[in-house]
């Protein structure tokens, strides 16, 4: 393994796949990816990678927007095939949550997102295989789907080679090092690499990986579980539907599968993230089942395919920390994705990797700077906490 590198990424899940793929092809030189497992091994390989923009703040909804464009475009905006497929989304609203839509609706409508407000009859026209049960109001926006979350990491990766990236799988680092308040290299488990430029893409473990070097972030991990059933013959296309109603999401998986898993508002389920069950639970299993067939009525006693447990990294806001921390130059942060990283992970990296170039971002990172806390500005959504924002 090299022993100097202009730029050292901590971290092969989506988001530092894509500041690795972003960087190298801002050509800034030698730039390094460590993973200590296989590429997308915890939170984006077990994602369910909704791309979706229906978001109530203004960064998020112009990142998912990019990241749109991106995944409709793989194969010149993120260097190869993403295995994303275009379904469409429908967003379904109780009368409790029809003022919260209608502000997601407005946050929209500002930034020509193109979701629509329908009514109930074309909601079911759309997917006629849903049960109308307590539905007040729904959302429809055509360009949202869904794509493979592995496939996209591999391909951000592997097509970043040719511009210089070298990623290492099985290579873990141990801590950041500085000298007078800079960044000056990495340890790893192959020796120390020196270099004036580290993200910090850690997932899950990018507050230590961050206090390694002296920064605080306050974070938290919820368990957090999908399952695949198998819809009967002639069930019929699906869009992804988002469903508070009946706290679930679920969307098409595959060729005749349907993949579901439970919608916030719920507790926090906190887990050890170095020991924890990778495995669905019953307890889990029947929830989700219970808000999936009450929506999906024909799948009531579908054959369970797979199910699992997975993280969310969770920020004091529910976004993402992404940015320079003013007390160590050449350290910038890009984790705590909670339940919208995925999609988020790709423009994430164009717009940083624009940052530390020079060159001007697509999307104005600013509102994610992990200083936002300490300064008093949080991001805000109209869902408050939770996999909604
Ligand atoms: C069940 C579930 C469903 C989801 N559904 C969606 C969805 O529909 N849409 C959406 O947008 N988002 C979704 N998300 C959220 C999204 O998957 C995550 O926010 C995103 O994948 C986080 O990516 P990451 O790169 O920050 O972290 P990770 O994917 O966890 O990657 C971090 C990587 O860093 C590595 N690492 C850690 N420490 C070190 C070290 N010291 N040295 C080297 N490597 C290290 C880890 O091994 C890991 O591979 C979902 C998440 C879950 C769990």
């Known amino acids: 393994m090299q022993r100097t590198a202009d730029a050292v990424i901590i971290g092969g899940g989506i988001m530092g796949a894509?500041?690795?793929?972003?960087?190298?092809?801002?050509?800034?030189?030698?730039?390094?990816?460590?993973?200590?497992?296989?590429?997308?091994?915890?939170?984006?390989?077990?994602?369910?990678?909704?791309?979706?923009?229906?978001?109530?703040?203004?960064?998020?909804?112009?990142?998912?927007?990019?990241?749109?464009?991106?995944?409709?475009?793989?194969?010149?905006?993120?260097?190869?095939?993403?295995?994303?497929?275009?379904?469409?989304?429908?967003?379904?609203?109780?009368?409790?949550?029809?003022?919260?839509?209608?502000?997601?609706?407005?946050?929209?409508?500002?930034?020509?997102?193109?979701?629509?407000?329908?009514?109930?009859?074309?909601?079911?026209?759309i997917a006629p295989q849903l049960s109308p049960h307590g539905i007040a109001m729904a959302c429809h926006q055509r360009r949202a789907g869904y794509a493979d979350p592995v496939r996209t990491?591999?391909?951000?990766v592997e097509t970043a080679e040719r511009f210089g990236l070298r990623a290492h799988e099985g290579v873990g680092a141990r801590g950041i090092m500085a000298a007078g308040g800079r960044v000056t290299g990495v340890e790893t488990d192959q020796g120390r690499i020196d270099t004036p430029l580290v993200i910090n893409a850690a997932g899950p473990w990018g507050g230590r990986v961050g206090a390694s070097s002296g920064l605080a972030c306050s974070i938290r991990w919820s368990r957090e579980s999908d399952l695949v059933v198998e819809a009967p013959a002639g069930f019929g296309a699906l869009p992804i539907v988002a469903d508070p109603i009946c706290h679930v999401y679920f969307r098409p998986h595959g060729d005749g599968g349907v993949l579901a898993g439970l919608d916030y508002p719920k507790e926090l389920e906190p887990l050890d993230i170095d020991d924890y069950a990778p495995a669905l639970d019953a307890a889990t299993r029947a929830r989700i089942e219970s808000g999936l067939f009450r929506r999906l009525p024909a799948l009531r006693g579908a054959r369970l395919v797979k199910g699992w447990a997975s993280i969310y990294t969770i920020t004091d806001d529910w976004h993402p920390v992404v940015g320079a921390e003013p007390e160590l130059v050449g350290y910038y942060a890009c984790f705590g994705g909670s339940g919208h990283g995925f999609k988020l992970g790709a423009p994430i990296g164009e717009s940083l990797a624009a940052v530390i170039t020079g060159a001007t971002p697509r999307v104005d990172l600013h509102a994610l700077r992990p200083t936002r806390f300490a300064e008093g500005q949080p991001i805000t959504s109209a869902w408050g906490s939770g996999n909604r924002a």
């Open 18 to 125: 894509s500041c690795g793929h972003f960087l190298a092809k801002a050509d800034i030189g030698s730039v390094v990816l460590l993973e200590r497992r296989t590429l997308a091994a915890v939170s984006t390989g077990h994602s369910a990678a909704n791309v979706r923009c229906s978001y109530s703040n203004k960064v998020t909804v112009e990142l998912a927007l990019r990241a749109m464009d991106m995944f409709e475009n793989d194969r010149e905006e993120l260097g190869g095939p993403t295995g994303f497929r275009r379904t469409g989304q429908l967003i379904l609203y109780g009368p409790e949550h029809a003022e919260i839509g209608r502000q997601v609706l407005a946050n929209e409508a500002r930034h020509g997102t193109g979701t629509r407000e329908i009514g109930v009859d074309e909601a079911l026209e």
């Open 153 to 156: 990491t591999r391909t951000l």
